[in-house]
């Protein structure tokens, strides 16, 4: 079974509080209950992961080399400025997913640049919880086409 781990960034665990016109009104357990589902449907095995803590992000990433098959990660302000956690995708070499609630290229200066972005396979952004399910998707169908080029044929 394909094993996937999903990793959220700093106030993320606050979904539903924090800017409800920009991310919601739907909480962050609401959002964990929805990635367990869409797991299920897709019959891949989901693991979520949050920190407000940009080191503990890197460790989760470390971590998930041998335990895991791809990355879905919205690293959340730490997009932005993390080199850190960009090394980390790239040292691991897992293939990763950027997901953003909200559409960072319509958004200030300073969202339009995404470091983790740079070690992505794929973004979604703009798509609210559904950038999640899309992930869940797209690195389904990009690990089995990995796994048996023949397949999607
Ligand atoms: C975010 C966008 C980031 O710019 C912001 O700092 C976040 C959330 C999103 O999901 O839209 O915390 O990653």
Known sequence: MIRLLVINGPNLNLLGLREPEIYGREDY???????????????????????????ALVDAIQASYGNADGII??????THTSIAILD?????ALPAVEVHLSDISKREPFRQISYAGMACVKTF???????????IRFLKAYLN???DPQAGL
């Not at 990660?73 to 730490?78: D, E, L, S, T, V």
């Not at 980390?88 to 691991?92: F, G, P, S």
């Not at 952004?125 to 992930?135: D, Q, S």
Request: charge should be negative.
């Open 29 to 55: 357990a609401a959002l964990t209950e929805k990635l367990q589902c869409w797991a299920e449907e897709e019959a891949v095995g989901l693991k979520v992961f949050q920190s407000n803590h940009e080191g």
């Open 73 to 78: 990660i919205n690293p959340a302000a730490y």
């Open 88 to 92: 980390a995708l790239k040292a691991v």
């Open 125 to 135: 952004a703009g798509l609210g919880f559904e950038g999640y399910h899309e992930a």
């Open 145 to 147: 086409e990995k796994n």
